[in-house]
């Protein structure tokens, strides 16, 4: 079938985009020579026939009240260049389209490839235009676009029939062994790549290049907390306060009982909730073997009757994501911390965001070599964040950002959310040799292959160009159908256990669920064709779900899910034997000892220094009261924050009892967020209780 291209662009009084890069680019990359700016998206389409394709177009590709459209582009003397994202990566529009124009139809889904189109009126030079080139365009998710046309929209992959076994591994030592960690990008040290290797001596095989990928994803940083577990050798504190709060925790160890445990960050960030129960004064604390978030048990008041509930805390941080892709960052950011408690089969139903930044005003000019200005990170990722959020339904009771030129080097992104349940909704039990383990949700694509190891590495300058399959592409429609599906008390009292697909994708996700499990990544359903078996096994692609079922109890929750418009696959079993095992064309390509997964490595020690810094709470310059007064409010710090608070949808739902901003004239930000329970009632949402 032919490729039908359209444009469409916003009319004058709408286009708040292209009026928003038009004001950056005179005031802050200070271009004068550039007057004016125009922002069309394009859409390639193919799969469809004429009429079809003319069918959609009012009603896929742009809103007649707002957009204006054009099969071709203007013929114009401005300067201009397309931005397309990345192959592999995950174009949200694009998807969104095809299965508008699938709904539209009833039929096949259609290809669709999207790509903005920029216009720049006025005389810029060939130098000032590679400068907003390089301001649009992040190289981490898009690239430049060829303005021609099409042919064919549909790409071919070529995939390797096996995965690779590395010879030789089994005879590493000395020096070699870290220049493997240093020629595979691996974010386990020596000591761990030597641990594996005495591992596979004792198997009396080399491993595949899928089993050293997927152990350095299990044994990450970000999967495994190895920095809290690292045991502290020797502690030696230089700061008063510091001292004082350290001899609380040696006592606190002494009173129950656990000098002969290592002591580590992990230890004592625990031993407050460890000291309380201990106490009796935590006995509503939700204790279990899924780790899904921090749980407690409340009693809700429903229809005049009291029950147990869940209700789960969760925080999530993307530094590392956002400061190289700051929109999919931030909207992974929010959307991993849902799936968390959303695993737990809790409903999500209240969110905050904290961030933090350099200055934002500063000069493009002044911005890191190898980093996005700062500008564009605070901004995109509140785009992004917001965005996920608004489009789950999620509502977001408090938003801040706080500015210090620490953060200059790598922003902080936290998206913290609350969800709940009835108790009795909710099954745990341990999975048994038969049940079945059902991926839900989304189709496993290139991005997010090696998310949880680059979360867990050092980078360098030249990270943002070489880590942009890190990053995660969200779906917050398909996560939205995942949250109506756990709601129902029919499809949650079939789970047995339920992990999310964050970091490390099927290895962690499914790894985690039994001792004893049989993958096959062949079931695995992906968005493209050209995926190995290595990729299938660790992308973290996302706004998917793992779950464990009885065998009888598959296709009850299959067509449940499928009610849902949600795919589910059975791809995995869980078997008697405590290894993990993983085919791939009719290939074993993992086949690990359980022992030897929850090893977590080779033991990490080191020893800790907290210097006294002499770092004092500044004075407020001025000589007057006056001066003080003006340099206080004159602090970034000190802004109001109600421009970026409104991106944020705080009244979905219904639920929000503070609103964000206060006051006689609700220009007060509240230092505080408060819902009301997400109760169901009869047919009909209401809300009872708070949190």
Known sequence: MAVYRVYTEKKPAYAVEAKALLREIRHILLMKSITGVRVLNRYDIEGVDRALFERCLPVVFFEPQLDTHTFALPETDDAVFAVESLPGQFDARAASCEEC????????????RAARVYLLAGTPTAEELARVKKYVINPVESREADLGERETLRQTYATPDAVETLAGFTALEGPAIAAFVARYG???????LAFCRDYFRGEHRDPTLTEIRMIDTYWSDHCRHTTFLTTLDGVELRKPAVERAFARYLALREELGREQKPINLMDIATIGARALKARGGLTNLDLSEEINACSIVIDVETDGTSEPWLLMFKNETHNHPTEIEPFGGAATCIGGAIRDPLSGRTYVYQAMRVTGAADPLAPVADTIPGKLPQRKLVTTAAAGYSAYGNQIGLATGL???????????KRLEIGAVVGAAPQKNVRRERPAPGDAVILLGGRTGRDGCGGATGSSKSHRLESLETCGAEVQKGNPVVERKLQRLFRDERVTRLIKRCNDFGAGGVSVAIGELADG??????SVP???????????AISESQERM???VSPGDAPALIALANAENLEATRVATVTAEPRLRMTWKGRTIVDLSRDFLNSNGAEKHAAALVADDGIRPAPIAGATVGERLMNLVSDLNLCSRQGLSERFDSTIGAGTVLMPFGGARQLTPAQAMAAKLPVLSGETDTVSGMA
């Open 101 to 112: 124009v699938q709904l539209v139809s009833r039929c096949e889904r259609p290809m669709v």
């Open 186 to 192: 691996l974010a386990m040290d020596a000591d761990d």
């Open 526 to 536: 992906r968005k493209y064709d050209g995926l190995d078996g290595t990729e299938l």
């Open 546 to 548: 793992a779950v464990v």
């Open 517 to 522: 499990l049989r993958i096959d990544l062949d």
């Open 399 to 409: 938003v801040d950002e706080l500015y210090h030129p620490g953060y200059a080097a």
